[in-house]
């Protein structure tokens, strides 16, 4: 019953910064672990970053860490990614998804999530 939109996503330069949104629908947002996942050209969806329902953890793949930030706003039923430092290979397309039983580590899995957005397309310019 969940229903995900994201947006944010644009061209910016190599080191600038840009904050994609998911906004979601269903009043079990709340209880939904949230990850956000991109997909570049000619390559399988990776795991970027997640959050528990309860925001009290935060996981990110190797490859942001130290320049993403992931949050929530349960009370406006967003989820955000903050993109700093942004660099080239960070182009693809950004998928937001929830999970009702996600946990821990296994956020970082795909399969775990029930519900995905539309996709926000981020490019980065060298």
């Known amino acids: 019953q969940a229903q995900l939109v994201e947006s944010g996503g644009g061209l910016v330069q190599a080191g600038g910064s840009l904050r994609l949104s998911c906004a979601a629908s269903g009043r079990a947002f709340s209880h939904y672990a949230m990850g956000w996942f991109r997909q570049a050209p000619g390559k399988e969806r990776e795991f970027v970053a997640a959050?528990?329902?309860?925001?009290?953890?935060?996981y990110y793949a190797d490859s942001v860490k130290g320049r993403f930030t992931i949050s929530r706003d349960n009370a406006k039923n967003t989820l955000y990614l903050q993109m700093n430092s942004l660099k080239p290979e960070d182009t693809a397309v950004y998928y937001c998804?929830?999970?009702?039983?996600?946990?821990?580590?296994?956020?970082?899995?795909?399969?775990?999530?029930?519900?995905w957005g539309q996709g926000t397309q981020v490019t980065v310019s060298s």
């Open positions: 959050v528990t329902w309860r925001g009290d953890s935060t």
């Open positions: 998804g929830a999970a009702a039983l996600g946990i821990g580590e296994r956020l970082r899995r795909g399969g775990v999530y029930d519900y």
